[in-house]
């Protein structure tokens, strides 16, 4: 999908002015539609809408900049990870070591904060479109998180259109931000998750093939 035919900048601007306001958006990725918030009131919206079991993890915005000062990784790993998403382009759920003390993640209210880390680690979405890459930046220079979680009724599947997300999920949003179909649409899956601590598969998802074949081919890491 390419995104160029959008106001990318003015767009996800839109999206975060909406998100400090208190609201929920739902905003375009190329492994589907994601519904993203700021506080606390509007992430529980969307987990209402959702149908989102108490307990489920809550996932980080991405950027580049987010990734550098939040994940806590040895210089190899982050080569592999730069490679997959800036050189090879492609999109992953990445969970790694996280600066827990780290302003961002403590500026979280304490229900979200304990829902955002497991085991000292926190997921973050990478190379999920420009999209996503501003939004992420607008988040890092206003040292404000941003968390979300797919645009879907939970088990119902990621939503690849706007037009196919549930009218209740789509009611919980302030804002919808419609790029079309998104790039990934044809695996039908949210993203691949990798523990990059020893790179285990969390999630099974998008680009999987890809990322097994340039893990191996490049790194000589099996996954």
């Known amino acids: ?87 090879a382009g492609l999109t992953v759920g990445c969970v790694a070591p996280a600066q827990i003390d780290h302003p961002m993640i403590q500026k979280l209210p304490e229900a979200i904060r304990s829902q955002s880390i497991k085991d000292g680690t926190i997921a973050m979405l990478l190379g999920a479109g420009p999209f996503l890459d501003v939004l992420g930046r607008l988040s890092y220079e206003n040292q404000i998180p941003i968390i979300g979680s797919s645009a879907n009724v939970t088990q119902q599947g990621v939503k690849f259109r706007v037009e196919d997300i549930e009218p209740e999920v789509i009611a919980a949003a302030d804002l919808v931000i419609d790029y079309g179909l998104m790039r990934w649409a044809s695996y039908n899956f949210s993203s691949t998750m990798i523990d990059f601590r020893d790179y285990s598969v969390v999630r099974n998802g998008a680009c999987f093939d890809l990322l097994q074949d340039l893990l191996r081919r490049q790194y000589n890491i099996e996954i």
């Open 1 to 87: 999908m390419n995104m160029n035919f959008y106001d990318v900048e003015n767009d996800a601007r839109r999206a975060f002015d909406t998100l400090m306001a208190g609201g929920a958006a739902i905003i375009p990725t190329y492994v589907g539609y994601a519904i993203v918030g700021i506080s606390e009131a509007a992430i529980d919206r969307t987990f209402v809408a959702k149908c989102r079991k108490k307990g489920k993890l809550h996932a980080f915005t991405g950027s580049p900049e987010l990734h550098d000062s939040l994940h806590i990784l040895d210089d190899k790993t982050r080569r592999v990870i730069r490679s997959i998403w800036q050189e």
